[in-house]
């Protein structure tokens, strides 16, 4: 829907302030009218309702570290789901700010004194809500307020699913993005005479065995030469590239462990194999990512080869910043891939899919505000004069080439196409710590265990964890109601 939307219309110009909040605005030159974008969308039965048949938005309450609605300059903010809500329906927004690490505490305490906010942010990882805090009945189903078979909808209608019990969704999920990439320094890589990754991939040639042959050959500690670096090269490589997770879920929404994938294990052996020999960054016993710094240090001299992360965190930030970590955007130094493919695997790469949206707090006072609000950022994700400004602001502010932005698209159709997502980060607390040493084990100690160690010590903890999950599952599903509270 996007790169359709983006490619047909360009003939009509509007100005536009455009950036992010807290940094310089710069005119961007955008190709497309709202008008024409609003009725392009309706051809295709996209549409917000009209005011008269929703009456009062009101005041939606958002529990969040962050608020992501109201930090906008006066020139952009015209461009946002979140200016729609206000403009056109009369809503405002009421942001009840929390830290990070409280939201779980917080908004479990705000339940049980049923004074609840609307609505928080959906997450599947780091920012997860699901399945254990829908069990615990912190949030309520949004299947009243957001139809996923309607048109504005319908093609979130597979991420939904992740965040469904039975047949219940609990989520408003209006995006679908890519998480992690493997940016890399393109004069680093040549000057190592190595194959640029880019065109490795465009060639179906990027693959596991080339990727470790290059980690192997760049690497010296001696010379403070890490192939590797960062928080993201394990689950990057052993879950995201393969396809597979290691807890997935089957058609019938019940749990399982996939930690037997042959795919996973062949990963997890090259992984080993890599910090086994010095290609992973550590120090003494520290085997994670450069203390004190931050991840991409060491790419743009030539002493870190790859460091995975997510793509904005990269290259969606200023010139100046880029240029210190990843490399020289005014010389087309900076380019990104995926992670690469296995050889021996069904011939696919693979890109985790991160799902952009918000979650319906159990006793909301506003759920329809709520849902609307959500609708209005959705209708914003597929407005072509949106689309427009977006990727003109990466390259006229951001400096990205041509390729980059080619290579976004196709990540971006990756995550789309086949919507792959982690189910681990709300998990109940035992099978979460099985999960995770299972699957930093490899790297945390230095390579102390092997995969085939780690199963043996983690596989059986995580089958009968998993089988404790699904009899909740079941019982939810059955009554609507689980054994767990929402103070555990």
């Not at 990070?100 to 928080?120: K, Q």
């Not at 979460?432 to 160690?453: C, E, F, M, V």
Request: charged share 20%; proline share 4%.
């Amino acid at each position: 829907m996007k790169r359709i939307l983006s490619l047909v219309f360009v003939l009509v110009m509007i100005f536009a302030l455009v950036g992010c909040g807290g940094q310089k605005h710069q005119p961007i030159e955008i190709t497309l009218s709202t008008e024409d974008s609003a009725a392009i969308l309706a051809a295709a039965g996209i549409h917000l309702p009209e005011p008269s048949e929703i009456g009062e938005a009101g005041t939606v309450s958002w529990l969040s570290w962050l608020d992501p609605f109201q930090n906008y300059d006066e020139g952009e903010m015209v461009n946002t789901g979140y200016y729609t809500f206000t403009n056109r329906y009369g809503g405002k927004l009421d942001w009840h700010e929390v830290l990070y690490e409280d939201m779980n505490s917080t908004l479990a305490n705000l339940v049980l004194a049923s004074t609840s906010p609307d609505m928080t942010l959906a997450g599947t990882s780091n920012t997860a809500t699901f399945p254990l805090n829908c069990l615990k009945g912190m949030y309520q189903t949004v299947d009243a307020y957001i139809d996923y078979t309607d048109p504005l909808w319908a093609d979130m209608a597979d991420a939904a699913d992740y965040f469904a019990l039975g047949d219940r969704h609990f989520a408003m999920v209006y995006d679908i993005i890519f998480k992690d990439i493997v940016p890399y320094n393109r004069r680093v890589v040549a000057e190592w005479g190595f194959d640029d990754p880019a065109e490795l991939f465009y060639n179906n040639a990027w693959t596991w065995d080339v990727f470790k042959e290059m980690c192997m050959e760049f690497s010296d500690p001696d010379a403070d030469r890490y192939a590797l670096d960062g928080w993201y090269y394990v689950i990057g490589l052993a879950e995201e590239s393969t396809g597979e997770y290691m807890i997935e879920k089957d058609a019938n929404g019940q749990y399982y462990s996939n930690v037997d994938s042959p795919y996973i294990e062949t990963a997890m052996n090259i992984i080993y194999d890599l910090v086994r020999n010095d290609c992973t960054y550590h120090e003494g016993n520290d085997w994670w990512a450069r203390r004190g710094d931050t991840s991409g240090t060491g790419v743009k001299d030539g002493l870190c080869l790859f460091c995975p992360i997510d793509v904005n965190s990269a290259f969606a930030q200023p010139v100046a910043d880029i240029a210190a970590l990843w490399g020289d955007m005014t010389e087309q130094e900076c380019m990104f891939v995926p992670f690469p493919r296995n050889e021996n695997g069904d011939g696919n790469y693979y890109i985790n899919s991160q799902p952009t949206g918000y979650m319906l707090c159990a006793g909301a006072p506003n759920p329809k505000g709520a849902a609307l609000l959500a609708s209005c950022m959705r209708f914003k994700v597929v407005d072509p004069t949106v689309i427009d400004i977006d990727k003109k602001m990466l390259k006229e502010i951001y400096l990205w080439t041509d390729e980059m932005l080619e290579m976004y698209d196709t990540c971006e159709d990756l995550a789309a196409e086949n919507v792959r997502m982690f189910y681990t980060g709300n998990l109940p607390e035992n099978l979460q710590s099985a999960y995770n040493s299972l699957d930093w084990g490899i790297n945390r100690a230095g390579g102390t265990s092997s995969w085939a160690q780690l199963k043996e010590t983690y596989a059986d903890q995580i089958d009968y964890y998993i089988g404790l999950l699904n009899e909740e599952l079941d019982l939810y599903i059955t009554t609507g109601q689980s054994s767990y509270s929402q103070t555990e």
